[in-house]
C-alpha cells in the first residue's frame, strides 16, 4: 500500500486527499511507535533488565494496538524483573515506572497533538474518535480510529452545507463558524 502507491492513477481529489492523509498517518504512527520502542528500550538497558531489545521491539509493535498496547508492554519486562536475582525491589518499581511514564507521556500527550497537527484534527478530537470506533468496534475500531475520523472530517468538508462544514471544522477544532453564527445571531435579534 505505501510503496506500491499510484500518484498518476485517475482518481477525485477527494480520493487523492485521502489517500495522502491515511499514508501520512501510517508513517507518522510508525515513527511514533519506534520513538516509544527506543526510549523503553534505552530505559531497560539503563535498568541491566535482559532481553531489553526484545521489550523495545515489543513496545514498538503494541504501540499500535491503542490503550491495550501500552499496558501490555509496560507489564511484559515484569516476570525478567521478578525473577532476575540481581534485580532490588527499587529497580523492578523502575522496570515498570518508566516504561509507564513512556508509554502514556507520548500516548495521551505527545501522539494526539501530533497526529491532531498532522490530520489536521484537535487533539481531543483524536481521543474522542479512539473512544467512539473502540466503542463501536474494539480493537479494530481503536486501531482504524484516526482513518476513519479523518476521512469523515475530509468528506464532510468537502460538502457544500453549512452543517456538513460545522461539522468538519468541529473536528479539526476550528470554531470559526461557530463564532460567524453567534455574531450573526447578536445582530439580527
Given at each position: 500500500?505505501?510503496?506500491?502507491?499510484?500518484?498518476?492513477?485517475?482518481?477525485?481529489?477527494?480520493?487523492?486527499?485521502?489517500?495522502?492523509?491515511?499514508?501520512?498517518?501510517?508513517?507518522?504512527?510508525?515513527?511514533?511507535?519506534?520513538?516509544?520502542?527506543?526510549?523503553?528500550?534505552?530505559?531497560?538497558?539503563?535498568?541491566?533488565?535482559?532481553?531489553?531489545?526484545?521489550?523495545?521491539?515489543?513496545?514498538?509493535?503494541?504501540?499500535?494496538?491503542?490503550?491495550?498496547?501500552?499496558?501490555?508492554?509496560?507489564?511484559?519486562?515484569?516476570?525478567?524483573?521478578?525473577?532476575?536475582?540481581?534485580?532490588?525491589?527499587?529497580?523492578?518499581?523502575?522496570?515498570?515506572?518508566?516504561?509507564?511514564?513512556?508509554?502514556?507521556g507520548i500516548g495521551?500527550?505527545?501522539?494526539?497533538?501530533?497526529?491532531?497537527?498532522?490530520?489536521?484534527?484537535?487533539?481531543?478530537?483524536?481521543?474522542?474518535?479512539?473512544?467512539?470506533w473502540g466503542g463501536?468496534?474494539?480493537?479494530?475500531?481503536?486501531?482504524?480510529?484516526?482513518?476513519?475520523?479523518?476521512?469523515?472530517?475530509?468528506?464532510?468538508?468537502?460538502?457544500?452545507?453549512?452543517?456538513?462544514?460545522?461539522?468538519?471544522?468541529?473536528?479539526?477544532?476550528?470554531?470559526?463558524?461557530?463564532?460567524?453564527?453567534?455574531?450573526?445571531?447578536?445582530?439580527?435579534?
Amino acid at each position: 500500500m505505501l510503496l506500491e502507491y499510484d500518484e498518476t492513477r485517475d482518481k477525485a481529489d477527494l480520493q487523492r486527499t485521502i489517500d495522502k492523509k491515511i499514508r501520512s498517518y501510517i508513517l507518522l504512527k510508525i515513527l511514533i511507535s519506534s520513538i516509544t520502542g527506543v526510549l523503553v528500550a534505552i530505559a531497560l538497558v539503563s535498568l541491566r533488565l535482559d532481553m531489553w531489545l526484545l521489550f523495545g521491539l515489543l513496545s514498538f509493535l503494541l504501540n499500535f494496538i491503542p490503550s491495550v498496547g501500552s499496558m501490555i508492554a509496560v507489564l511484559l519486562p515484569l516476570p525478567i524483573a521478578l525473577l532476575d536475582p540481581d534485580q532490588t525491589w527499587w529497580s523492578i518499581l523502575l522496570v515498570l515506572l518508566i516504561p509507564g511514564l513512556i508509554q502514556f507521556g507520548i500516548g495521551n500527550f505527545v501522539e494526539p497533538n501530533v497526529m491532531g497537527k498532522s490530520m489536521k484534527m484537535s487533539a481531543v478530537a483524536v481521543l474522542v474518535s479512539l473512544a467512539f470506533w473502540g466503542g463501536v468496534w474494539g480493537i479494530v475500531g481503536a486501531f482504524m480510529s484516526v482513518p476513519l475520523t479523518v476521512m469523515l472530517h475530509l468528506w464532510l468538508i468537502s460538502i457544500d452545507h453549512p452543517m456538513c462544514q460545522f461539522l468538519g471544522q468541529m473536528i479539526a477544532g476550528e470554531f470559526e463558524l461557530v463564532e460567524s453564527t453567534h455574531k450573526n445571531i447578536h445582530h439580527t435579534v
